[in-house]
């Protein structure tokens, strides 16, 4: 990879955060009311996506991506959120599915999954959960045998964003069971692999175009050349995605909260109410800075932690010797926090239209929610904080 200077990158951000916010406006935001009400995943914005090479951001730079810059997908993610929290979910999970493959795969491996993302327009996914394992991820059940040239595996997975749409799975399974962490490997899973078939698709409170599904395998026969890094490698495989993921999280969280204020302030400039502007009480105005005030310090933080791990500091040893793992979940969950309490607000200085369906700040409210609980919950994020300060493994 060619190294960019600063100019260079601070130039190539500007470009990508120009056009994703033309795309945002112009094609996905006429579509963000449509996609929440009928809760259907938008495969028209995922081609639109792929052809604007919002979805390479993890290839390698001869397959058009972006290597896997961090500042790049989090410009992408903030900018989508901003029309659309399920658009921008489709990009995140997509990428996030990518992950294990970009920081563990073999070359072999990166050439052939790579090419049909690049190619084929494949759509990816990232298996983790299981009812019995949220939080606790390690204690996942779904098991993977080496039977002769393939692993059969046998299980399920929950809450997969992109389940249904995605075409390529990252599945998190255990091959040593019993061991926890340690027996925990990751398999690049086709979709149309033999043996796996997509459960129930949730009805969810927000992000309702997302596509959230269960993934099943029952004796699914997966080729041994799909186990991406060595067996009982894909716990620490699955952290380092999570510590490369949450700053976009986090971006995401950002775009939701920017476009919650950017309405409500133009709201609050023309309601009249008592013979004035609702922009010109004092009270509101408090209201709208100390949202600003949010959403700012939750953009600074989040795109520090992505500045750090573009400098390519997430192998494992370097990433807690600098703390990035600890700035990544603080980047989730301020952001998140942020977006809630931001998008709340956003409604009450609409009054009771904000809690009507004709204007946006409902959904952004109930999409930013899931900021708060997904790719470990805020809870999670604080543990992580929490013991980084204390300098506890
Ligand atoms: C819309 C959506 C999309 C998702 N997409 C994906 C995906 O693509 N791939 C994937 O693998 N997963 C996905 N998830 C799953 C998500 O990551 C989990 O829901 C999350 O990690 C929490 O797990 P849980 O739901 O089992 O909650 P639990 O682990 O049961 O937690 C319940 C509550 O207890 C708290 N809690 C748990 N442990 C602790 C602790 N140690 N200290 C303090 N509090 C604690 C939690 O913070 C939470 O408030 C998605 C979830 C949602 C809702």
Redesign the pocket.
């Known amino acids: 990879m060619v190294e960019m200077s600063l100019e260079m990158k601070e130039k190539r951000d500007h470009l990508l955060r120009e056009s994703a916010k033309k795309i945002a406006s112009t094609k996905v935001a006429k579509r963000a009311a449509e996609i929440d009400a009928e809760g259907v995943f938008p495969r028209d914005i995922a081609e639109l996506f792929f052809q604007q090479g919002f979805l390479s951001v993890m290839l390698s730079e001869e397959y058009g991506g972006m290597d896997g810059d961090i500042t790049a997908f989090c410009i992408i993610a903030e900018e989508i959120a901003y029309a659309c929290g399920s658009s921008s979910l489709m990009i995140l999970?997509h990428s996030?599915g990518l992950m294990p493959l970009m920081m563990g795969g073999n070359d072999e491996q990166k050439k052939r999954f790579y090419e049909r993302v690049a190619k084929d327009h494949a759509l990816a996914?990232?298996?983790?959960?299981e009812p019995e394992a949220?939080?606790?991820?390690a204690s996942l059940k779904t098991t993977a045998v080496l039977e002769g040239d393939h692993y059969i595996l046998n299980g399920s997975?929950c809450?997969?964003?992109?389940g249904g749409a995605a075409d390529l799975y990252a599945v998190f399974v255990t091959t040593r069971p019993g061991e926890r962490t340690k027996g925990i490997s990751v398999f690049m899973v086709e979709k149309d692999t033999q043996g796996v078939t997509i459960g129930k698709r949730e009805e969810?409170l927000g992000?309702r175009g997302?596509d959230?599904t269960d993934l099943i395998f029952e004796n699914a026969v997966v080729p041994k050349e799909n186990l991406v890094g060595a067996e009982g490698g894909g716990w620490e495989l699955a952290m380092m995605t999570l510590n490369l993921s949450r700053p976009a999280i986090g971006a995401q969280a950002v775009g939701i909260a920017q476009g919650a204020l950017d309405f409500a302030i133009d709201y609050a400039d023309k309601r009249i109410q008592f013979g004035q502007k609702l922009a010109d009480f004092q009270g509101v105005q408090f209201m709208l800075a100390d949202m600003a005030m949010q959403v700012e310090a939750a953009r600074a933080v989040v795109y520090k932690a992505a500045t750090l791990l573009d400098q390519k500091v997430y192998e494992r040893d370097r990433m807690s010797a600098i703390g990035v793992d600890k700035l990544s979940a603080m980047a989730k969950c301020f952001a998140s926090d942020a977006a809630m309490r931001v998008t709340v607000d956003a409604v009450q200085i609409l009054g009771g239209y904000g809690y009507l369906k004709d204007y946006p700040v409902e959904r952004m409210m109930r999409d930013a929610k899931?900021t708060q609980?997904?790719?470990?919950?805020?809870?999670?994020q604080r543990?992580i904080i929490a013991r980084n300060l204390l300098r506890r493994a």
């Open positions: 999970a996030v996914a990232f298996a983790l959960t949220g939080s606790d991820a997975k809450f997969v964003t992109n969810k992000m997302s959230t899931v609980i997904f790719e470990g919950s805020n809870q999670v543990v």
